[in-house]
């Protein structure tokens, strides 16, 4: 059996096995869903930033299209 301190209490209690695999699985589970949740919200803001910097290139072409087209009309 596996003794284990409260973090808040203080107070020892002893667990089985059984009782410390679940422990952990709680941990693990926790911990992955926080991990699984950063990540989506850094692929988010990565998407989104992408999407932006897509949109500024093509405006940026358009304008280039643009300012070409009124030199070539100028000429005429």
Known sequence: MNE???PKCGS???VDESGMADILKQVR???FRKD???KEEAWKKEK???IALAVKD???ALQ???AKR???NAEL
Request: proline fraction near 0%; aromatic fraction near 4%.
């Open 70 to 72: 009124e030199a070539m």
């Open 4 to 6: 284990i301190k409260c």
């Open 29 to 31: 589970d926790s911990e």
């Open 36 to 38: 699984v949740a950063s």
């Open 58 to 60: 093509k405006e940026a």
């Open 64 to 66: 280039n299209e643009i």
């Open 48 to 50: 989104e930033m992408s």
């Open 12 to 14: 020892v209690f002893k």
